[in-house]
């Protein structure tokens, strides 16, 4: 069984940052397509960041140039470092992993729990 645990998430002042981890166990790390969604109170859930093994990321363009996701694959662990936070980054972020990165996109892999993140003005 696919377990997913978050970590990080808190609150912080716009422009500040925030590194999320989500450590990983029950599944084949190293080939799996790992992703970050976000979801906003009264929105839709998300896609904010994914990684693939070699590593291929991709980012939404709201967050292009301020976050950075990376995997340790030593440690089954995948990060997200949000760097210039703003209150629009305000969300309760997920972590994801699926065996690819198409999977990901369609919101049809496995989950955390979700850790909040608020970013105050």
């Known amino acids: 069984q696919v377990q997913l645990v978050e970590s990080g998430g808190g609150l912080v002042q716009a422009g500040g940052s925030l590194r999320l981890s989500c450590a990983a166990s029950?599944?084949?790390?190293?080939?799996?397509?790992m992703g970050w969604y976000r979801q906003a109170p009264g929105k839709q859930r998300e896609l904010v960041a994914t990684i693939t093994d070699p590593e291929s990321t991709h980012y939404t363009d709201s967050v292009k140039g301020r976050f950075t996701i990376s995997r340790d694959n030593a440690k089954a662990t995948v990060y997200l470092q949000m760097n210039s936070l703003k209150p629009e980054d305000t969300a309760v972020y997920y972590c994801t992993a699926a065996l690819s990165e198409r999977l990901i996109d369609k919101g049809f892999g496995s989950w955390g729990q979700g850790t909040q993140v608020i970013v105050s003005s």
């Open positions: 029950g599944i084949i790390f190293r080939i799996s397509a």
